[in-house]
């Protein structure tokens, strides 16, 4: 079936130091790839998106490239802040032209602590 | 200001009773979802509407129930057949229109039962 795996946090790391979230799919056609971000005690914020293949989603100095030969979509920044601190979602969705809605299928999220 | 409520922020309920999550939206959605998040688990979906008057069950719907009687309203029923019904409840919409489905997610409500 289709679904999404995220490396395992929590993942510590020093302000400004470099980030990566490992994001891998399966799925048996082409979806559209998301990653949300989620602040202690509140909701989930799409962060950025992708819909096809090679598609560079990119949101508040985060990036995320879609990497249909590895299905891949990790998720990176260059220099992470404190208030980058939160829980991070990658999330896939198969959509069709045929105006029927797909549902979201999540990852079990990857926490995100950064210390001053 | 578009958005999507979920009230209370807290909710503490006695075993054996039924509590209602209530979610309301004013973004003109016409699909609706309910998720429940747990530790470690991600988020797992409940129940679903695409439209007024029509829901489906998601990955999880035993012991919960819906309502979709107006388009801005999707309340969640936990029942006391829930058998473990502490956890996060976010409750989502989408316009549902290609090429992608962005979900708008409410601030949650975490329920506690004892």
């Known amino acids: 079936g289709n679904s999404v795996t995220q490396m395992e946090g929590p993942v510590t790391l020093s302000e400004e130091a470099f980030l990566t979230i490992n994001c891998t799919y399966t799925?048996?056609?082409?979806?559209?790839l998301f990653w949300y971000v989620q602040y202690p005690g509140e909701g989930l914020q799409l962060l950025l998106k992708?819909?096809?293949?090679?598609d560079k989603g990119s949101n508040k100095g985060f990036e995320a490239t879609y990497r249909k030969e590895t299905t891949s979509f990790h998720l990176e920044k260059g220099s992470v802040q404190v208030s980058d601190s939160a829980v991070y979602f990658c999330?896939?969705?198969?959509?069709?032209?045929?105006?029927?809605?797909?549902?979201?299928?999540f990852g079990k999220g990857t926490k995100l602590s950064v210390k001053p | 200001d578009g958005g999507i409520t979920q009230s209370p922020k807290y909710l503490f309920r006695k075993e054996g009773q039924n509590v209602t999550l209530s979610c309301e939206q004013n973004?003109?959605?016409?699909?609706m979802y309910w998720y429940r998040q747990d530790p470690g688990q991600g988020l797992r979906l409940i129940y679903y509407?695409?439209?007024?008057?029509?829901?489906q069950k998601g990955d999880i719907a035993e012991g919960y129930s819906v309502s979709r009687e107006k388009k801005e309203s999707f309340p969640l029923t936990v029942t006391s057949a829930q058998k473990n019904p502490t956890a996060f409840y976010l409750c989502?919409?989408?316009?549902?229109?290609?090429?992608?489905?962005?979900?708008?997610f409410g601030p949650g409500t975490r329920l506690t039962v004892t």
């Open positions: 989502a919409s989408t316009s549902g229109r290609h090429p992608f489905y962005e979900q708008y």
């Open positions: 799925a048996t056609g082409y979806p559209s």
């Open positions: 992708a819909t096809k293949a090679d």
């Open positions: 999330a896939l969705i198969f959509t069709s032209y045929g105006g029927s809605q797909g549902n979201l299928i």
């Open positions: 973004l003109n959605h016409d699909a």
């Open positions: 509407s695409q439209i007024v008057n029509d829901f």
